[in-house]
């Protein structure tokens, strides 16, 4: 009988674990039995493996092999095990020592002709096994672009098992490489190129000076999705753990750049409006996966021709724009998904969305049904709602020339320090962060600056929680304006933006 241990990592959602591999041979007729709550994806390594092993050291043991993946509770997923279990097995059968295993995480796919294959995650799997106290991982070679930006794991790369087995023989080293250098202001438009609209070119910079989501309402062709698509451009670049948390999702999810891996500008993602409720929020069978909106973690959710998503869809986004993050459950247990972005919604005034209002064709009835789609609890939680007019003139100059990005940043980074400093001892960073009970007692407003917010309240024509969006609104305006705390022309200002009229 002989026995051998490996490390490999089980991923739910982004969180890992570690998943010890022990490899048993025994006596008795051959069989291999695989045991640990595998899918069924993981199942079939047994015959991905088995003929791996074979095609490259030229046997697999003709004893009894039993396979136990370790926490047994825990539901292993996926075929980044392959690897882990083939190498467990030739060191139980003694034909490549174990002196290396211990402390070292094996990731990949076996082709049936030994070659290692990538798998998604190794970005989150190696992560959790810094933290788990692991110093070394061996992965496939093409996934080595995102292994190498985890500090303190040493890392080599393989395109074949045999490659493998000649670095556990001490025979050759591995494959390494360093994290790429990137241009992280590539690819994103500047606002230069938009014409006009004055008003909605200001919500753009509240609404990232201050986190908060954002309704673009006007007929088609007005430079709403033009709008949209430059606000990461307005945004801080990401760094530090808020770089890593976003390239793990982007990682699982199997969307990484080879040529630049880290995620240092905000994300922007735009489904189609007939994308469905799993593809949205994150699904999928047995364990989920992520969807759009973990997608656009700390970046921003573009959903163009909100009206046309239905009911459904917008409502699924309440919870998440809430809690900055999506809970799924499955019959194979529930993940956790970070989705803590920007929404911002762009929609026409009506079904037939002429360019000039007078020409609509569309009856009230029409008008109500289409726009009430958008309902009332969601919208509620949109901070800034604009009306879009027709562009008048192409050259511009009727509301001057155009401010680029990088001088519209400029402000936006100053009023986010503003209130990142004042936040700091709460751990918020911007003012879409914050409860309203704060804003309301630690950090309250005088009568005077309130009072017409007050008088909304009254009338009903503001909610309480509309309320609480209101105060963050005016104070984003006031650390824009640079003054110390918001008086009652940004309170008023803000009402203006959370105006119903305009969606």
């Not at 991923?11 to 051959?30: H, S, T």
């Not at 106290?133 to 080599?156: K, M, Q």
Request: proline share 9%; charged share 25%.
């Amino acid at each position: 009988m002989a026995l051998a241990r490996a490390w490999a990592i089980g991923l739910l959602g982004i969180d890992g674990r570690p998943v010890e591999i022990e490899a048993d041979i025994g006596a008795g007729l051959p069989r291999t039995t695989l045991v640990g709550l595998p899918d069924p994806g993981l199942r079939e390594a047994k015959e991905r493996v088995r003929a791996a092993v074979r095609n490259t050291v030229g046997g697999w043991p003709d004893q009894p092999v039993t396979l136990g993946l370790s926490p047994a509770n825990l539901p292993k997923v996926g075929s980044g095990y392959d690897l882990g279990i083939a190498v467990a097995v030739l060191a139980a059968a003694g034909k490549v020592p174990a002196t290396r295993l211990p402390g070292t995480v094996l990731l990949g796919e076996l082709a049936l002709d030994g070659r290692i294959r990538p798998v998604r995650g190794v970005l989150p799997a190696l992560l959790a096994a810094r933290r788990a106290g692991l110093t070394r991982a061996v992965v496939p070679a093409e996934s080595l672009f995102e292994a190498v930006l985890v500090d303190g794991v040493r890392v080599g790369g393989a395109a074949r098992l045999a490659e493998v087995l000649g670095w556990l023989r001490g025979e050759q080293e591995l494959l390494t490489a360093e994290p790429p250098a990137e241009d992280v202001a590539a690819g994103v438009p500047d606002l230069v190129d938009v014409l006009g609209q004055p008003e909605a070119r200001w919500a753009l910079e509240v609404a990232a000076a201050g986190g908060h989501h954002l309704l673009l309402s006007g007929p088609p062709g007005v430079g709403k999705t033009m709008l949209a698509r430059r606000l990461p451009g307005l945004l801080p670049r990401l760094a530090g753990e808020d770089s890593l948390e976003v390239t793990a999702v982007h990682s699982v999810h199997g969307s990484l750049s080879p040529s630049s891996p880290l995620v240092r500008v905000p994300p922007f993602v735009a489904p189609h409006h007939s994308i469905t409720p799993a593809a949205l929020v994150g699904g999928g069978s047995g364990l989920a996966s992520p969807g759009a909106i973990s997608q656009a973690h700390l970046g921003v959710l573009f959903l163009d021709e909100a009206c046309e998503f239905g009911p459904k869809l917008l409502d699924s986004l309440r919870t998440a724009v809430e809690d900055g993050e999506v809970r799924i459950s499955r019959q194979r247990g529930s993940v956790s998904f970070p989705a803590r972005f920007q929404l911002v919604l762009a929609t026409n005034p009506c079904p037939c969305a002429p360019p000039r209002e007078a020409d609509c064709s569309c009856s009230p009835s029409a008008r109500r049904r289409y726009l009430g789609r958008l309902s009332g609890p969601l919208l509620d939680r949109v901070d800034l709602r604009v009306r879009m007019r027709p562009i008048t003139a192409m050259n511009g100059r009727e509301c001057g020339e155009p401010e680029p990005t990088e001088q519209v940043r400029a402000r936006v980074l100053r009023a986010r320090e503003r209130a990142a400093l004042r936040w700091s001892d709460h751990g918020w960073r911007t003012n879409a962060e914050v409860p309203g009970p704060v804003l309301r007692r630690e950090y309250a407003l005088p009568a005077s600056a309130t009072a017409l917010l007050d008088t909304g309240l009254r009338r009903g024509s503001v909610t309480a929680r509309g309320a609480d969006r209101c105060l963050r609104i005016a104070w984003t305006l006031s650390d824009l304006a640079g003054t110390e705390r918001p008086d009652a022309d940004h309170v008023a200002s803000a009402l203006e933006f959370r105006d119903r009229r305009a969606a």
